[in-house]
């Protein structure tokens, strides 16, 4: 999650490969470390998130490429609570996340976490004054301070001298912030009231976030989806309203949707269509932000709308991905994607599913779907192959998705499946096996189910309200 500070003209959302744990920070070949460097303005920060396993090797990694003396913080975030089923060591329950800036010149604003009662109860006196609790701290200076060296009503410096002025320590008197000791040889100190206090600053260890839950309205199902609450920390500490952040592994979006609601620039990156996908919907869902080329120049959404690089958007666009792939995986997963589906991410046979979504008529349990791709030649026998498929998967229906137009026998085998309704009654019945071709899908002519919406790989992202301010920039 490598925050860039500075401006940008737009948000992009592209593509990029995407692998697990080391493999998927260095990038196929070993440089994407060196590329985020590169792109890191001087006075921009990276945070890399990992998990134990993988940390010793990125930080020997990110050490010689920012340089030891750019290393800020190795930060643990406890991200579930101790497991019971650790028997032979110590239960795992922290990823890190390592802190770098490009230069000694970098944006950092503390950030402050709600106060505790291990926090409170160190504002322990009162003066009866109105102001409240407050507790004292030190003014002695942490450094020789020649030009700090002052006597103070008849109090004697500390030895390396005041950490403030003598004309502030004045306005702190005068203010009655100052606690003088009874005695002559103690130190003066300076009260902190509670009530003006942010909370507690936060360090090195987040405790205060806590993971996913299953159920919770945040996930949207997404394997390796963070908090939102996570990425907003992140942000608050080392940018600021305007500056750019860049995520390169993007996912479900997770660190763009805190970037918006933030009134962050925003440029997200990942290999998978369904990412990319998934991440367009939750814009949409989150903030009602669209696809620039979904909207006509003279609409108001056009202050929110985004760009997406790198994916096929007409025709010509994917018959160009087909073909450039003997394999033609990349075009499946692109192809699933616009269902959306969750790709079967083998890049072999894969038994006949390409994707697979569900619906989501039925409150106590989803229906699994099976998607299957073809680019080349279709026939009325691959639909016959999709239904044996579905039995084999238990799926309760069948998405067929096709480059080319299918044949009139291809659509009346399809019909002869029947159709799908809810058990739960709701909605209405809906062909078992549906064919969609790739043109439909790209023209908004999409798959259906029994209920409005309820198809769906993922959940719905909530609904986040923003500053009007924030949401009128221009990402």
Known sequence: MPCAEGRGLDA?????????????VFGDDGSAPVYLHRVLKPTGSLYLHCDPTASAYLRLILDALFGVRNFRNE?????????????????????????YTKSSDYTFNPVYMKADDVYTDRFSLNDDDGRG????????SPNHRPNLTYEYKGYAPPAKGWRVSRALMEELDAD????????????????HYLEEQSGRKVSDVFTDISPLQAVGKERLGYPTQKPVALLER?????TNEGHTVLDPFAGCGTTITAAQKMGRHWLGIDVTPIATSLIQARLEKSFGARDIRLLSKDDPAQRLAFNVVGLPTDMNGARQLYDKDPLHKDFEMWAVGLVPAIPQAKKGADGGVDGITYTHDNPDKSGKVVVQVKGGKVGESQIRDLFGTMTKENAVMGFFVTLEPPTKNMTDTAIKYGFYK????????VPVIQIRTIEQLLGGDNFVGPISGGIGAYKDAQRITVDPKQAALEV
């Open 422 to 429: 809810s058990k739960s009654g709701v909605g209405k019945p």
């Open 133 to 140: 609790t407050y507790r004292l701290a030190p003014l002695d």
């Open 75 to 99: 930060i643990v975030w406890q991200r579930t609570a101790t497991k019971g089923d650790a028997r032979r060591k110590y239960g795992a329950v922290h990823d890190i996340i390592f802190f």
């Open 176 to 191: 009655g912030r100052l606690h003088f000791p009874k005695s002559p040889t103690g130190r003066i100190a300076r009260k």
């Open 12 to 24: 992009r959302l592209c593509e990029r490969h995407r692998q697990e744990r080391c493999h998927g």
């Open 234 to 238: 992140i942000l608050a500490a080392s």
